[in-house]
């Protein structure tokens, strides 16, 4: 019998294949949160658009979805903050400068900054929800005459769980964006800040329901009580969004882990307006 040809096997498209990148710095942001500034081993100029996420690989782990907090300062990098909460991130976490992560993507559809010139925009991020958001202060800063007021309100449990703290006090001492933090549990001694749920900073912001743009990022909970609080203030469903967060895999919309009743996070998302997805929110199984 005439032996069978061997068949070549097609490589698999670039969005598969992980691209080496060097932890060129780590900061621990707080309890079993830090921040990490990624530079590519070969060429890569790192483009991304705000509320895209990367998916990174931890050689021997496993790999796992992050959403990219920025480029590094304008440093050609990729800026990440990763919370520790399961054996990939907690890899992450334990990751020391001059380790080798890969990295796939960018991904998503990221937010819709240019759709909201001129009007005047909220930023709410609950928790962990800050690094999706804060992507777009760059661009809001230095495109800072084509919006209305902007203003930034974050919400932690503990004055211990505030991320970026000195960039937010540099960010607050400037005049492009109002910034507002509520801590939950704190007394006047821990914090000299307003205390309660970052919901009730809405009323603090100024904003005009009719022409104004909402970016909200945080836990599922807390963002749908968060848009039920902005529609009693006018704001319309289709000018809301959320940054939704399932167990992604592929990031291509093949494997079906991330899919969201028909939507698929990866590829229709993460970013989606609060009038897309509200049918499914209260469904439990989605």
Not at 21 to 41: A, G, M, N, Y
Not at 112 to 132: H, N
Not at 217 to 243: D, V, W
Not at 254 to 273: E, I, M
């Amino acid at each position: 019998m005439k032996a069978k040809e061997c068949q070549s096997v097609s490589e698999p498209p670039d969005s598969l294949l992980p691209k080496a990148f060097i932890i060129e710095k780590k900061v621990v942001e707080c309890s079993r949160v830090v921040s990490l500034w990624l530079s590519p081993l070969e060429k890569n100029e790192c483009t991304f658009k705000p509320g895209q996420f990367l998916m990174v690989y931890v050689f021997g782990v496993g790999e796992a979805a992050l959403s990219i907090a920025g480029n590094g300062e304008g440093q050609g990098k990729y800026f990440l903050t990763v919370r520790s909460v399961g054996s990939v991130t907690r890899a992450i976490e334990h990751a020391k400068e001059g380790d080798i992560l890969g990295i796939r993507g960018p991904f998503g559809n990221g937010w819709p900054i240019q759709e909201a010139s001129t009007k005047d925009i909220l930023l709410i991020a609950g928790g962990i929800g800050l690094p999706p958001l804060w992507s777009t202060i760059p661009f809001f800063v230095q495109n800072r005459s084509s919006y209305g007021r902007i203003s930034l309100l974050y919400g932690v449990r503990t004055p211990q769980d505030i991320l970026y703290k000195d960039k937010l006090e540099t960010l607050s001492r400037g005049k492009d964006i109002s910034v507002k933090i509520a801590v939950e549990l704190a007394t006047a001694r821990t914090w000299n800040g307003h205390i309660g749920n970052v919901l009730n900073l809405i009323s603090q912001a100024q904003f005009h329901p009719l022409s104004t743009i909402v970016f909200v990022c945080g836990p599922e909970p807390m963002m749908r009580f968060c848009a039920y609080t902005l529609l009693k203030y006018g704001i319309a469903k289709e000018n809301i969004y959320f940054s939704m967060e399932r167990n992604m895999r592929c990031a291509v919309g093949s494997c079906g882990h991330c899919q969201f009743g028909p939507l698929f996070l990866c590829k229709n998302g993460p970013v989606f307006s609060y009038q897309t997805i509200e049918p499914f929110l209260n469904i439990a199984e989605i």
